[in-house]
């Protein structure tokens, strides 16, 4: 079975800062990776995802993900963060064979931009 | 495209009462997924159909907690008796049966108990 821990319930940061959510995953078998993001009273919408291939991945507005295998982590990054950001986001992990019939996610990580 | 569309989008009630939420999904999706999100216990998976039959509801937390499928593009879950422990956000997702993991949710039905 897989599990997901995202290390922070909360990271506050000032516009235009850089920011990094954590999230660590177990999984017996090979795994996708994945972001969602929750703006406000939405629901969560896909950010990014890791399928296979190249280990770092990027989503259409500046954030990227690297997959670590031996650390068994898929942080998230920005370098410089926007008032729009603000939002709560969450790693997920499926497995190879059953995808997202097995869709696990981690607890979330709520982004607070102050200007 | 039409996304995933949930209704209502809030709800509130009293305790004792029947609640039901609908879901429709994307057309040519055919996987449906229930999950609740709350505070406390983050986002939970209840049920999810594939092809409209139901596969796990392990989720579904007591025997008030019914989802059906009559058709691919309508689901409902239903709350008989509903109690105040239930107040939460229910997320209706679909995908295509075996995707990697991408779900589309929709925006969510806010349930109140009273």
């Known amino acids: 079975a897989q599990s997901v821990t995202q290390l922070d319930s909360q990271v506050p940061v000032f516009e235009e800062a850089p920011v990094e959510l954590r999230c660590n995953y177990s999984s017996s078998v090979s795994v996708y990776l994945f972001w969602y993001v929750q703006y406000p009273n939405q629901g969560l919408q896909l950010l990014l995802k890791?399928?296979?291939?190249?280990?770092l991945v990027e989503s259409i507005n500046g954030f990227e993900a690297e997959f670590n295998k031996s650390q068994t982590s898929f942080h998230l990054r920005k370098p410089s963060v926007h008032i729009s950001d603000t939002a709560e986001y969450f790693c997920?992990?499926?497995?190879?064979?059953?995808?997202?019939?097995?869709?696990?996610f981690g607890q979330g990580t709520r982004l607070t931009i102050n200007p | 495209d039409a996304g995933v569309i949930q209704s209502p989008r809030h709800e509130v009630t009293e305790m004792g009462q029947e609640v039901t939420l609908r879901c429709k999904p994307i057309s040519g999706h055919n996987s449906l997924f229930w999950y609740r999100q709350t505070m406390m216990r983050g986002l939970e998976l209840l049920i999810y159909f594939n092809n409209n039959v139901p596969i796990d509801d392990s989720g579904m937390p007591e025997d008030r907690f019914s989802a059906k499928m009559p058709n691919a593009s309508f689901s409902t879950l239903k709350i008989q008796p509903s109690e105040p422990r239930d107040s939460a956000v229910y997320f209706c997702?679909?995908?295509?049966?075996?995707?990697?993991?991408?779900?589309?949710f929709g925006e969510g039905s806010r349930l109140t108990v009273l």
């Open positions: 997920a992990v499926s497995d190879r064979i059953q995808g997202a019939q097995k869709l696990v």
């Open positions: 997702a679909s995908s295509l049966v075996r995707a990697t993991g991408e779900l589309f």
């Open positions: 890791y399928l296979s291939g190249s280990t």
